[in-house]
């Protein structure tokens, strides 16, 4: 059994040892555990490390005041961000062993490009799950409402940037009307993944009576350890199945958060967010009027493209008349030349036939002129050789009695007769009546 020695021997056997096996400084990969500021400017971390969330390693660590300085300047000016605790870094440390303190590093410097590249590499990590997912382009599927009138708003009601939106659409020179809704969220610390995300989960439960176009994330400027929240996993995962458009204005002019990359539409500021509202409110009044310009002018050209179709149609339908009354009147022309050439035919066999017929006429008028001539000739003679004058020349007269013939009287002796002659006329009175047989001769 080896002798007792001392605590304080013991600490001062391994000072000694550490000052002479170890090397006068490392570079140390590890994470800040829990980071204090002293009133005299040095600072006390604890630097650990840590497998799948577990604690593997821890020591105690101490910037002192002149090179915490120095290193705070340098980190702050590359990364944009402060030291902190939760962060990976890359130190140069001296270890330190002290008799009464025991075991702990000097922190002599600190790779800010390390820091860059971890933050980075966590965020690449982050996007390529969102990505692998689907979930990258997932809200950037939803469809802009043309006129965003209805936003909910998840900010937080006292920053700076919510009274510039805010302003922003209430002073709008268009006065275009925009509703908007607050839902209170942390937007800086460890908790703004979980107040955003809370407030998400309102604006869909109120979905239903209260419907929304659109939701505006927004937050004013701030350190770029703020930033980090907004590369959360979960955040972005709520974003991007938001059953809204999310519109984003995280206020950061140089870097590019996962939470914009997952949102439908990204802008750098509040002020960004609420100009583009109102831009699509302009776009619509001048798609409007574009559109009742358009349509003025389409019902301009209707009008007159139908005014020049009427005064085409006038025109052609004068000319079709005109057309139509010059074939009519030549047809009627042409009749009328044909009646009248036919007429005029007719005429001529009418006249031939008249010419023929009076011929004819004259023919059978002569005939019968002739016939008739002769039948009055005969007549002439017959009445001639019945004219009691002829009987009277020949000699033979006629004897009456009170101006009647005597055959149809009967006749007494002693009346008086009277005898005419062709020449005379006699006066007889009856002394004697013999009478005759009617055969019998004078």
């Known amino acids: 059994m080896q002798p007792a020695i001392s605590l304080q021997k013991l600490n001062a056997i391994i000072k000694s040892t550490l000052d002479v096996h170890l090397d006068p400084s490392y570079w140390v990969t590890a994470e800040i555990g829990e980071f204090r500021d002293s009133v005299r400017g040095h600072v006390y971390l604890d630097l650990v490390e840590k497998e799948q969330d577990q604690l593997v390693a821890k020591l105690r660590a101490n910037i002192w005041s002149y090179t915490y300085q120095g290193i705070r300047k340098r980190f702050e000016d590359q990364t944009g961000e402060k030291l902190r605790s939760g962060m990976k870094i890359l130190a140069l440390v001296n270890v330190q062993f002290h008799k009464l303190y025991g075991l702990s590093l000097t922190v002599k410097d600190v790779d800010p490009t390390y820091t860059i590249g971890e933050r980075a590499k966590r965020r690449q990590e982050v996007i ?33 940037g919510y ?6 659409l ?38 239903s009576m209260h419907p929304f176009d659109l939701v505006v994330i927004i937050r004013g400027g701030g350190a770029q350890t703020d930033m980090d929240s ?8 709520a974003i991007a199945e938001s059953a809204l458009p999310v519109v984003t204005g995280i206020g950061h002019e140089r870097d590019e958060c996962v939470a914009d990359l997952v949102a439908h539409t990204k802008l750098k500021t509040p002020t960004a967010v609420a100009s583009f509202i109102l831009a699509g409110f302009k776009a619509f009044e001048e798609n409007l009027n574009l ?12 009008v007159q493209q139908e005014e020049r179709a009427l005064r085409d149609f006038d025109h052609r339908l004068r000319l079709t008349a005109a057309n139509r009354i010059q074939l009519q009147r030549e047809i009627q022309n042409r009749i009328s030349s044909r009646i009248s050439n036919h007429a005029k035919h007719r005429l001529k066999l009418q006249h031939v036939s008249v010419q023929i017929f009076g011929k004819e006429v004259r023919k059978l008028t002569e005939r019968r002129l002739e016939k008739a001539r002769l039948l009055l000739n005969h007549s002439e003679k017959h009445l001639l050789r019945l004219d ?8 033979y007269t006629r004897t009456e009695k009170n101006g009647k013939p005597i055959q149809s009287q009967n006749l007494q002796v002693g009346e008086e007769i009277t005898t005419i002659s062709l020449t005379k006329r006699i006066k007889s009175i009856i002394n004697e009546i013999e009478t005759h047989g009617k055969s019998g001769a004078l």
């Open 128 to 160: 390529d799950r969102l990505t692998k997912e689907g979930l990258i382009n997932l809200n950037k599927q939803f469809e802009l409402p043309t006129v965003p009138q209805r936003v909910a708003v998840i900010s937080s009601q006292t920053a700076a």
């Open 163 to 168: 009274g510039d939106f805010v302003n922003q």
């Open 170 to 207: 209430e002073s709008n020179p268009e006065r275009y009307r925009v509703h908007y809704t607050l839902f209170q969220a942390t937007m800086q610390g460890k908790d703004t993944p979980s107040s955003i995300m809370a407030a998400l989960r309102q604006i869909e439960e109120r979905i």
């Open 230 to 237: 907004f590369d959360d996993y979960l955040l972005a995962k």
């Open 291 to 302: 559109c009742l310009t358009r349509l003025e002018r389409g019902c301009l050209n209707s």
């Open 388 to 395: 009691p004058n002829t009987l009277l020349a020949k000699g």
